[in-house]
């Protein structure tokens, strides 16, 4: 019986030294948390605001990369229904960082800009490749490329304009 009472005696010892192991481990954990809170709640840490989704673009800081555009606009004049028209808009970083256009895209499908993809170092010079398709597009049209760079704004517009004049109707 003495030895019954021992060897109960020693296993309930084993288990309570174990499991107060796992509770001096929990219980350092938990003053963790409580002391992280505390510094928390008296403003020790600085908590990141949170972004709104629909948040107005702000400028960014440092220095930034500039268009300098020969020009923004350009008229095709007249030209027939059919007629695939080009133009070259060149422009130099007149910024302090170098430019990175990010995309370009036309405001239709029959507009279709093409643009230097390389880092447009300070004072070096860029193209952004424009060409029109007027086939199914009669009359007076305007169209935008919008592109998006690392500049501020970040969007950049160029426009241009045709007169089309209207294929001859054709007998089928």
């Known amino acids: 019986m003495k030895k019954f009472a021992?060897?109960?005696?020693?296993?309930?010892?084993?288990?309570?030294?174990?499991?107060s192991c796992g509770?001096?481990?929990a219980e350092k954990r938990i003053a963790e948390l409580e002391s992280r809170l505390a510094e928390l709640e008296?403003?020790?840490?600085?908590?990141?605001p949170a972004v709104q989704a629909n948040a107005p673009d702000q400028k960014p800081e440092g220095p930034l990369p500039t268009f300098a555009f020969n020009?923004?606009?350009?008229?095709?004049g007249t030209i027939s229904e059919g007629d695939v028209v080009e133009?070259?808009?060149r422009f130099t970083n007149n910024g302090e960082a170098p430019l990175v256009i990010e995309n370009a895209i036309g405001s239709c499908g029959c507009t279709v800009p093409t643009y230097t993809r390389e880092p447009i170092p300070v004072g070096g010079e860029g193209e952004i490749f424009v060409k029109f398709d007027s086939k199914g597009k009669p009359?007076?049209?305007?169209?935008?490329?919008t592109?998006?760079?690392n500049t501020w704004p970040k969007k950049t517009m160029l426009r241009i304009k045709a007169m089309v004049n209207p294929?001859?109707?054709t007998i089928q």
């Open 42 to 48: 008296n403003g020790g840490t600085q908590v990141a």
């Open 167 to 169: 294929a001859a109707a």
């Open 71 to 76: 020009e923004i606009e350009h008229d095709f």
């Open 87 to 89: 133009h070259i808009f």
């Open 147 to 149: 592109i998006t760079a």
């Open 23 to 25: 509770n001096r481990d």
């Open 6 to 19: 021992t060897f109960f005696l020693m296993t309930g010892m084993a288990a309570l030294l174990t499991f």
């Open 139 to 145: 009359n007076l049209q305007n169209k935008t490329v």
